[in-house]
């Protein structure tokens, strides 16, 4: 069996470092609460795709929009907190 890599760097540039650095795995940390929360989302959502929705469905997906939307808000509210310069109003 033949190997299907690419053999020259300028199609594919290969790097030594494949892992995520430090940076990005402390964004992926601090955006958690939104992923898991999207990942509930998504899983009420794929729950119903082959059937009609129940009351209880609705309420499932119902929370789990209040909870994304909670989670951007304070994800959004962390960020201005961070750049916000101190002294005062804006």
Do not use: C, F, H, Y
Request: glycine share 4%; charged share 30%.
């Amino acid at each position: 069996m033949k190997s299907i890599v690419a053999l020259q760097s300028i199609v594919t540039p290969w790097s030594d470092g494949l892992e995520p650095s430090d940076a990005e795995l402390d964004a992926i940390e601090w955006e958690m609460p939104l992923i898991l929360a999207d990942v509930d989302l998504l899983d009420a959502e794929i729950a119903v795709l082959d059937r009609a929705p129940s009351e209880v469905d609705e309420q499932r997906i119902r929370r789990a929009r209040r909870r994304v939307l909670a989670a951007r808000r304070d994800l959004i509210n962390q960020t201005i907190a961070a750049v916000s310069l101190p002294g005062g109003a804006a």
